[in-house]
């Protein structure tokens, strides 16, 4: 009996801390009790496990575990999706994953714990994370990818607000109102936005990549390599010397294996979309990131900056993403999540688009 009691109230308070950390936002004032009685069952469970200090007090654990039963089934009604597997092989995930609160679950383990269609509808990737509900009905994922579409968001819309004189820099009058560990150098206004548009370019190039590596490490847990060369393939390594010394794909080549290896026709690089956007953006990208003295210096005016983020906003990176995708998965739709996100008002004057409704 000891044994056994001692396993339950052990499974049991992993469960507590898997479902009542991921639907924390719904307890609002509780969760620190519920959370402290979670500790309590530990406290409990390290001292079955030491003959010396346990006292033998069988009634107060099988009451311990009667509670725990209900705050988990109460835990599990507000997540709305059904366990399918057993209760021990969450409390095993949870031993293995002592980083659980901090980086939160990834869709692929959450895939094998629960019934998660609807997420995956979504097109979220294997490898995104999710952080449970951190306030109620508000869920949260990380979605690596979509950070430089942020970022982007971000510097254009800084751009835009100077461009359309909604703001303006810190004039010279103005300097001794700045605390005295303030940056005391002023910038015109047209540096200002030909910074912003340049970052909000880049970093839109950066989502770009982000997403097709993203696609490729989703296909390579999914198992879609057939063998050890195709597996690193899909998490963009090219080749892998005797001396341990790894060669990476290039964009191009990422576009060709990926789209060979998932759906088995590789896709034309060649193709005008897929053409123009290696040739005119990614180059272009690369020439600011690897810069050098010796390449000389990029003459790339604020108006051009600006008008590659308009272009890239409204329609390229779309058709880009879209034609990669198309390449992977010919009959499967475009991961709502991300085509979301690209057809917001993010970016301000560029009119949001139709979102596609979420099944959640």
């Known amino acids: ?44 469970i390290h001292t079955m496990a030491n003959p010396e200090k346990w006292d033998g007090d069988y009634s107060t654990i099988i009451k311990r575990i009667s509670k725990t039963k209900e705050i988990v089934e109460k835990a599990k009604s507000y997540l709305q999706w059904n366990q399918k597997c057993s209760n021990e092989k969450i409390a095993e995930y949870m031993y ?27 097109g979220y990737m294997f490898h995104d994370r999710f952080h449970g509900y951190p306030e109620k009905h508000l869920y949260r994922y990380g979605v690596d990818c979509l950070d430089f ?35 005391k ?9 030909f910074r912003s548009f340049r970052e909000a370019f880049i970093n839109i190039i950066f989502f770009v990549e982000s997403f097709i590596n993203s696609v490729g490490y989703d296909a390579y847990l999914k198992g879609k390599g057939v063998n050890e060369s195709e ?18 794909l290039s964009i191009r080549g990422k576009f060709k294996e ?5 759906s088995g026709t590789e896709l034309d690089t060649e193709n005008p979309i897929i053409e123009n956007y290696i040739k005119k953006c990614v180059e272009l990208r690369n ?31 779309f058709e880009v993403l879209n034609t990669f995708w198309k390449g992977c ?10 085509y979301n996100e690209l057809s917001s008002s993010s970016f301000k004057g560029r009119l949001g688009k139709m979102m596609i409704a979420r099944n959640e």
């Open 1 to 44: 009996m000891h044994y056994k009691l001692h396993k339950e109230l052990s499974i049991q308070t992993a469960l507590l801390q898997f479902y009542c950390f991921l639907t924390r936002g719904f307890w609002e004032k509780e969760f620190i009790s519920v959370f402290d009685y979670g500790n309590e069952n530990i406290e409990k």
């Open 96 to 122: 293995n994953h002592p980083l659980f609160y901090e980086n939160g679950i990834s869709i692929k383990d959450l895939n094998d714990i629960m019934e998660i269609n609807t997420v995956l509808k979504n």
């Open 149 to 183: 579409l942020y970022s982007a968001s971000y510097f254009y819309n800084e751009g835009f607000d100077f461009f359309n004189n909604r703001k303006n820099p810190i004039s010279n009058n103005e300097i001794h109102n700045l605390p005295s560990t303030e940056m």
């Open 185 to 193: 150098r002023i910038q015109s206004k047209e540096e200002m936005m």
């Open 231 to 248: 597996k690193n393939k899909l998490k963009g390594i090219k080749s892998i010397k005797a001396n341990g010394f790894k060669s990476y």
């Open 258 to 262: 990926y789209s060979r290896i998932i």
């Open 287 to 317: 020439k600011y990131v690897h810069s050098s003295p010796e390449k000389g210096s990029l003459k790339v005016s604020l108006e051009e900056w600006k008008n590659k983020c308009d272009s890239m906003i409204d329609k390229q990176c």
């Open 329 to 338: 998965y010919p009959d499967k739709q475009f991961p709502v999540i991300i």
